[in-house]
């Protein structure tokens, strides 16, 4: 028992370490003034995968760092920047994964053709079963 509170209280200042000590950025939680720059961006942060929840946008997730990607897609939009220069830009630091639009390309092509293929063969067949119990 003694060196398990010996373990918990070396382990204690760790613990508190976890938390962020840095406040928020400032426009992690507040819209632009420009209602179509905030539209922007709003759409552009409904389509970025938050990189800790993975399964939520950064739109809508409470993740820190969430915040922040929220807090850059606004300064850059704010700045002028298109939403498809911000997204090619988060692709490249965080990869595609982080992208709810993935890209057609070598890579990716099958992904997109598979569901098509799969229909064609499955029409094929259900063609071919029908013609059979019709002799």
């Known amino acids: 028992m003694k060196r398990l509170a010996a373990l918990a209280l070396l382990l204690a200042p760790t613990m508190l370490r976890a938390d962020p000590t840095l406040a928020p950025e400032p426009l992690s939680y507040t819209q632009l003034p420009d209602p179509r720059q905030e539209a922007a961006a709003q759409a552009l942060m409904q389509t970025i995968r938050c990189v800790v929840c993975q399964g ?49 390309d ?30």
């Open 106 to 135: 070598a890579l990716t092509w099958p992904l997109w053709a598979a569901p098509i293929l799969l229909l064609c063969v499955g029409g094929l067949m259900a063609g071919a079963v029908f013609k059979r119990r019709r002799r």
């Open 56 to 104: 939520q946008s950064i739109a809508d997730s409470d993740a820190d760092l969430a915040g922040d990607m929220r807090a850059l897609v606004r300064q850059r939009i704010a700045a002028g920047e298109k939403p498809e220069a911000i997204r090619a830009w988060l692709v490249q630091r965080y990869g595609r994964w982080v992208s709810y639009r993935p890209t057609v």
